[in-house]
């Protein structure tokens, strides 16, 4: 086939989105909590391995290059975890893993730009999806978040125990569902473990985490 008549063809092709593997390096600064132990993280590119033993605490990173993000999909490997929990009980929540996205609409992204975790978890107009694997509730359940009230909801992916699994989830879909409207830029990305009110041990890693 003649370079012409091939770049006409693609031409006519739907544009595809490429999505983009975010990766676990420098960028991810830890936020921890007074008086809390905090969980041991190790940043290896396409993995990020979590070590909790008593201990809460979170990593995150600014995502300005994904705010137009609808979808995202991951791994997650759980070796040694917390018992199930009420993930709606404050104090009394521990879970093996949890993802938060944070998204606002423009106006509010402009403000927070450069703003720490804290702040962008404490600010009114923010919407805060936490994808968890651990409790007691049924996949697919959706959770008042006992520490963000209307900013918040815990969706439990999967339930408490080891193994492995592949995560896809549609922001779009989750958002209408939490909020009944879906606030239009993607702010940033956390990953947590949670084992102090138990005071046992999480042993897991997060790898191959993609936003498009």
Known sequence: MRPILTAAILSL???????????????????????????????????????????????????????????????WEVRDGVPATDLSVKGGDDRNLALYFVFADPETAERLEGASLRSLLGEDNARILVYVRGG????????DSPYLGERGKTIVVEGTGTGQSDVSIDFDADLDRAFGERPSQLLGIAVSADSDDTESMIDATVSDLTVD
Request: no cysteine; proline share 8%.
């Open 136 to 143: 007691q509730s049924e996949p697919g359940t959706m959770l």
């Open 13 to 75: 092709l739907p544009f595809a989105a490429v999505a983009a593997p975010v990766p676990f390096d420098d960028q991810w600064e830890d936020q921890r909590f007074p008086f809390q132990k905090g969980n041991e993280y190790a940043r290896e590119g396409d993995a990020l391995t979590v070590a909790s033993d008593g201990a809460v605490s979170l990593v995150y990173r600014r995502t300005p290059d994904l705010a137009d993000a609808s979808t995202a999909s991951w791994s």
